[in-house]
T-cell receptor, first 113, second 117 residues
Framework: AQSVTQLGSHVSVSEGALVLLRCNYS??????LFWYVQYPNQGLQLLLK??????LVKGINGFEAEFKKSETSFHLTKPSAHMSDAAEYFC???????????FGKGTSLLVTP | ETGVTQTPRHLVMGMTNKKSLKCEQH?????MYWYKQSAKKPLELMFV???????ENNSVPSRFSPECPNSSHLFLHLHTLQPEDSALYLC????????????????FGEGSRLTVL
């Protein structure tokens, strides 16, 4: 089964600083990859997804991620953090022929003034 | 109408109670899911339904009983739960399996926060 590993359960950045959240996947075939965000007491919302088109994917709220096959990575970045970006972020991978996504353990992003 | 609606948003129940969680999707999707999200634990897939048939059941205790009467509605019936079952229960839907009609993207509801006393 395909899986993802998120490095760092907690990341803290200053407002205006670069955000980098790491995700590595394990897959023998090109996967579909996703980043979701979860605000307190809410469900998960899709930020962006990679479905084998462009390797640099742009999402909502200024986030983007780059699919790097050589590194089996799909890291999430944002040039300048905003206080409203504080949330839990989940990376997920989809089996090419199955249901449901396999989620990472999540990274909690804290943005300090 | 929002895409995926869950009710109730909050539920407190005793260990001997019987209650149900409801999920409704307005997206025309064919697959629906229940996930459990506990504090400090990864998201756990509980059940998957495709076209009203259960396609996955990930070793969930029998005190959780899903029901999918049609492709728009999904229920989770709860009976004699334990305090460790307290969690956020998330419903999701998708167009279908990845590689088929869709890419596997899940659309989530807001969740039902369950507390078992």
């Amino acid at each position: 089964a395909q899986s993802v590993t998120q490095l760092g359960s907690h990341v803290s950045v200053s407002e205006g600083a670069l955000v980098l959240l790491r995700c590595n996947y394990s897959s023998s075939v090109p996967p579909y990859l996703f980043w979701y965000v979860q605000y307190p007491n809410q469900g998960l919302q899709l930020l962006l997804k990679y479905t084998s088109a462009a390797t640099l994917v742009k999402g909502i709220n200024g986030f983007e991620a780059e699919f790097k096959k050589s590194e089996t990575s799909f890291h999430l970045t944002k040039p300048s953090a905003h206080m409203s970006d504080a949330a839990e972020y989940f990376c997920a991978v989809s089996e090419n022929s199955g249901y449901a996504l396999n989620f990472g353990k999540g990274t909690s992003l804290l943005v300090t003034p | 109408e929002t895409g995926v609606t869950q009710t109730p948003r909050h539920l407190v129940m005793g260990m001997t109670n019987k209650k149900s969680l409801k999920c409704e999707q307005h997206l025309g999707h064919n697959a629906m899911y229940w996930y459990k999200q506990s504090a400090k634990k990864p998201l756990e897939l509980m059940f998957v339904y495709s076209l009203e048939e259960r396609v996955e059941n990930n070793s969930v205790p029998s005190r959780f009983s899903p029901e999918c009467p049609n492709s728009s509605h999904l229920f989770l019936h709860l009976h004699t739960l334990q305090p460790e079952d307290s969690a956020l229960y998330l419903c999701a839907s998708s167009q279908g399996p990845s590689g088929g009609a869709g890419d596997g993207e899940l659309f989530f509801g807001e969740g039902s926060r369950l507390t078992v006393l």
